[in-house]
């Protein structure tokens, strides 16, 4: 079981980042997130999401996902660019276990449902 | 103040360079809730220094639906009255994120200038080497030379610069809800922009019960039949302009959000780029971001083809001079007339609404109806309502026209929650009617 | 709750000197202000941590653990500062992860005899990871100095096995064979009720680097190695990892002279292992039992600054901190890692040493004026305001694809060394302001 996320229905409005803050620290932050919207390609309207899970980063690109396994070295030819193992020492997604009520918050906050569970 | 706030407010004076921070007293939040409430205190507090007074709303930042926004209070050189701008995209958030609930800018510099806003901690640097620049380079500049791709910025180009009465203040790249020339504003203060970041944390006093209700409120938010829609085009044909989806549609790339605004009202068209593409685009600016659908349909309205409309709206935010006044005033059809009108643009602009909340946003219902008549008078007084208790609460201004869920009610109670103030309709009334008056 | 809050009441009291008592219950460790028969008597320790040259980031979590605990008076030490007999000054001295190999020729025959004097004079020794192989036998240049304890390690292969998982943490070169790192991540123990180990037998612990270790006779066994968690990632071959680590030695107490030497595998003092950080605790109560009058006192060079300097201060270093973590937070989306000596340092390791300054930043305004030696300040600041450039530079040659590993190797150096001084400052500063 794992999240899933459909980048294309994103709409680049950053809730899940917050509520994945939010389950970590009590509080209204994006630091702890393990699930973040890649939005530094602003002028390209080029935007996405990461997660980390324990093992895996999966990258949800417009152009279809990428699931990298933690650690494995970065394609050399790839510009720098949200890849292979951003947010090492950030924890891994914990599928909110500890929030009976709602399941995982990212789910349950993306307005859009592009975050789902598989 | 202890919760929803960072608790600070920051007082500079360009003239003195002095930087000054206070303390957010509860019982200021007590009597004035937040957003424009306390942001026009402080302009009159400040009024004779001419102040330009930044902040957010009691929710901004936070799990409430489309808690999106900021606002700028300042004197409008186009009204010569006190106006309240919206600040959106992600700007709005970043204020508080950046370490402050307000911020007084007052005072003429003697030398450009711009104000380096970051955890907590404001600097005023030095902007020689960005004046003479437009919004887009200069944004670049300021993101390069900070090491920062995500730096939040309120933006003059030439047209603030040069003191048009049109100029608007832009953020990031973009053009912005600012009808109101206080690019002007920025420009007469030698103030070129304002920098924003921060990583900070807003504490909520009772936050299972927030994140609790403010679940509830999106869940009644996607019943909505506008959750199936997205972007700036669907907005107009909601206001009953026809055509608008098939003509923008050709050069469409993508639409989103605000901060946790659940319909996406800006759309991205992609000019010098295949707009379908879904990668990554190698085109170092291939088009630009439209939130402004009033300024969109004028350009329409002047006869321009999309792509010709989408071309002058990247002119006018490059520019930082209000689109929408450019397509009045210029009168012209061909985008290099409109683009050769930016210099000495001049006329007056009619400005709906009483004129201290953005026209920008669409002065009438979108998607849903909010139970009015119809009746011109009782549309217009509802909007003022409606924007005044968006600018208190930091929602997202057009977000507030088309969704009834997001109810005074509803952002009260959040309030309370959040705040654990005794936060009341009757509070929330006073404060409107000071508004409005 | 605050889990380390009754070993920070006992560490108010005790620099006040109140009695307080460690002896082994029925169940437990008990601590008490009666003396038993069977009690040790507990003293307020004076505590190196080592954070020179091979070490990594791992330092700081013993920094994170005995603050949360209260033991304030702490020494941040590099090489140089061990070479010239600080240590004698202490009670306990603790080396957490790093390069081995990088820290033995950093300290040098020099530092190993100093480090066998304080031993043997009663001291004890913290090992974690690369601070455990340390002080282990070996014929290797710069690691022979340092043959304190006869500890075989089970993690020593001549044929490397075939890595599974994130080569580039998988082994290091060890003369003509490899130390391999068979898993990483949490990793079940079993205490075996030796003091001062002591409590619910079975704990969770991560395992980054350490070894398995086969004890000499001399050694007490204190934990072993009992078995694998979901969260753990294996870098080899699942059978290869249990052969190679289960039933092994997680955690030995090994006598040297007068004192003790605490090797452990795994890192028991990470800042989200409380259990594991409270046995870390028990041992320096247990085992500091060095009379403060054959040490020196701590050297008390430190002056206090002005109000108004002080707060300045504060304010600056906010202003810098805040500047390079923003970078910093960005580079954290960068598929990028340097490696520097025998380590690969990722780009979110930056923000580890940058946040470990900037979260103490309140707490330290909270305290007043600031204890520092004369011309620290001078020094953070001017170290502070290179580390913000550095990171800018970093980042606009990653945007261009340049070659970055110059600026990342200076950077990491410069930001292990003015987090030195910052501790240095910030320890000076709350022993001497004890109330906040």
């Not at chain 2, 806003?117 to 005023?124: E, M, Q, R, S």
């Not at chain 2, 403010?214 to 302009?241: Q, R």
């Not at chain 3, 700081?60 to 949360?68: A, G, I, S, T």
Request: charged content about 25%; proline content about 5%.
């Amino acid at each position: 079981m794992g999240i899933k996320i459909d980048a294309l229905k994103c709409i680049n409005c950053m809730a899940c980042e917050m509520a994945c803050s939010y389950h970590r620290d009590d509080g209204f932050a994006f630091l702890s997130a393990c699930i973040v919207v890649y939005r530094a390609r602003e002028k390209q309207d080029y935007f996405g999401v990461l997660i980390k899970e324990e093992e895996f980063l999966k990258v949800a690109r417009p152009e279809g996902l990428e699931v990298n396994r933690i650690g494995e070295a970065a394609d050399p030819n790839k510009k720098a660019d949200a890849s292979v193992k951003p947010m090492l020492l950030r924890e891994g997604c914990d599928l909110c276990e500890d929030m009976d009520d709602y399941g995982p918050m990212c789910i349950a906050i993306c307005p859009v449902d592009a975050i789902t569970l598989e | 103040m202890e919760y929803l706030s960072t608790d600070k407010i920051l007082v500079i004076d360009l003239a003195t360079s002095k930087i000054e921070e206070t303390a957010l007293d509860e019982s200021l939040v007590s009597e004035k809730i937040g957003g424009a409430g306390i942001t026009k205190h402080l302009y009159e507090k400040h009024l004779n220094d001419d102040p330009i007074v930044i902040g957010t709303g009691l929710l901004t930042g936070t799990t409430c639906p489309a808690s999106a926004s900021g606002l700028i209070t300042a004197k409008s050189p186009v009204t010569g009255k006190m106006c309240h701008c919206p600040v959106i995209y992600k700007v709005g958030i970043e204020i508080k994120f950046s370490g402050y609930d307000y911020i007084v800018v007052k005072g003429v510099s003697d030398k450009p200038v711009y104000l380096w806003i970051h955890d907590g901690v404001a600097d005023i640097s030095d902007a020689s080497g960005i004046w003479g620049k437009d919004v887009w380079e200069s944004t670049d500049s300021l993101r390069k030379f900070m090491g920062d791709d995500l730096l939040q910025t309120m933006m003059i180009g030439k047209a603030g610069e040069n003191r048009s009465d049109y100029a608007q203040i832009c953020y990031n790249y973009w053009s912005s809800p600012d009808r109101f020339g206080l690019g002007k504003l920025f420009g007469s203060k030698k103030l070129k922009a304002l920098a924003f970041r921060g990583m900070g944390l807003i504490e909520v006093a009772d936050h299972e019960n927030f994140v609790r209700r403010s679940l509830e409120i999106l869940k009644e938010i996607k019943t909505n039949d506008f959750m199936t829609k997205k972007g700036i085009a669907e907005i107009a044909s909601a206001m009953g302009e026809a055509g608008v989806e098939e003509w923008l549609e050709p050069i469409v790339h993508r639409h989103s959000a605000d901060y946790f605004t659940p319909y996406a009202t800006n759309t991205a068209v992609f000019l010098d780029e295949d707009p379908k593409r879904v990668e990554e685009s190698k085109v170092a600016e291939p088009g630009v971001l439209i939130s402004d659908v009033l300024a969109l349909l004028a350009f329409k309205k002047l006869g321009l083809s999309a792509e010709d409309a989408g071309r002058a709206l990247k002119a006018c935010a490059k520019y930082g001079i209000d689109p929408a006044a450019v397509a009045e005033l210029s009168g012209k059809s061909s985008l290099k007339e409109i683009v050769d009108s930016f210099d000495g643009l001049s006329g007056t602009v009619t400005l709906k609404g009483k004129g201290s909340f953005s026209p920008w946003c669409p002065l009438k219902p979108i998607f849903n109806d909010f139970g009015l008549s119809g009746d011109a008078a009782e549309a217009e007084a509802w909007w003022e309502r409606r924007q005044a208790v968006a600018m208190i609460f930091g929602i997202q201004p057009i977000f507030s026209v088309m969704c009834p869920e997001l109810s005074e009610e509803n952002m009260l109670e959040l309030a309370a929650i959040g705040t654990e103030l005794d936060l009341t309709q009757e509070i929330l009334d006073r404060v409107v009617a000071d508004l409005l008056k | 709750m605050n889990l380390y809050q009754s070993n920070a009441d006992i560490n108010i009291k005790l620099p006040q000197g109140k009695a307080g008592y460690i002896s082994k219950g029925n169940t437990d460790i008990r601590i008490s202000g009666v003396p038993d028969p069977e009690c040790r008597r507990m003293r307020y320790p004076r505590i190196g941590i080592y954070a020179g040259s091979g070490t990594s980031h791992s330092w700081l979590w013993f920094v994170d653990m005995f603050e949360r605990m209260g033991f304030h008076a702490v020494s941040v030490l590099d090489a140089p500062a061990v070479r010239s007999g600080r240590l004698q000054q202490m009670d306990v001295l603790a080396v957490s992860g790093g390069d081995t190999v990088a820290i033995a020729e950093a300290l040098g025959e020099d530092g190993a005899r100093q480090l066998a004097a304080f031993i043997t004079g009663g001291g004890v020794y913290l090992g974690a990871c690369a601070g455990a192989y340390l002080v282990m036998n070996s014929s290797k240049p710069h690691l022979c100095h340092f043959n304190f304890a006869a500890v075989k390690i089970t993690n020593l292969s001549k044929r490397l096995p075939t890595c599974q998982s994130m080569p580039h943490k998988f082994s290091i070169a060890y003369g003509c064979e490899h130390i391999f790192h068979p898993v990483r991540e949490a990793v079940g123990l079993r205490l075996t009720g030796v003091p001062p180990f002591s409590g619910e037998p079975a704990l969770l612990v991560p395992l980054y680097g350490g070894p398995g270790m086969l004890a000499p006779p001399e050694a007490q066994v204190l934990a072993r190695y009992d078995h694998f968690t979901d969260k753990t990632v294996f870098l080899v071959d699942k059978d290869l990892a249990e052969e190679t680590l289960i039933s092994t030695a997680a955690a030995l107490r090994v006598p040297m002279g007068n004192g003790q030497m605490y090797l452990f595998g795994p890192h028991f003092e990470h800042p989200h292992y409380h259990r594991a950080n409270r046995l870390v605790a028990d041992a320096v109560y247990w085992d500091s039992r060095r009379n403060p009058d054959e040490c020196s006192p701590v050297a008390r060079d430190a002056l206090q600054l002005p109000t108004s300097e002080s707060a300045n201060l504060i304010h600056s270093l906010r202003r810098e901190l805040s500047n390079s973590r923003i970078v910093a937070a960005g580079l954290e989306m960068f598929p990028v890692w340097w490696l520097i000596g025998a380590k690969a340092y990722e780009p979110e390791k930056i923000r580890v040493f940058l946040d470990a300054m900037w979260r103490r930043l309140k707490p330290l305004e909270k305290r007043g004026r600031i204890w520092a030696r004369a011309g620290v300040p001078d020094l953070l600041m001017a170290d502070a305001c290179e580390t913000t450039s550095l990171l800018r530079q970093l980042k606009n040659e990653l945007d261009q694809g340049s070659v970055t590993d110059p600026t990342a190797r200076t950077l990491f150096h410069l930001l292990h060394r003015n987090t030195m001084r910052f501790f240095e400052l910030y320890f000076q500063t709350i022993s001497n302001n004890l109330t906040p």
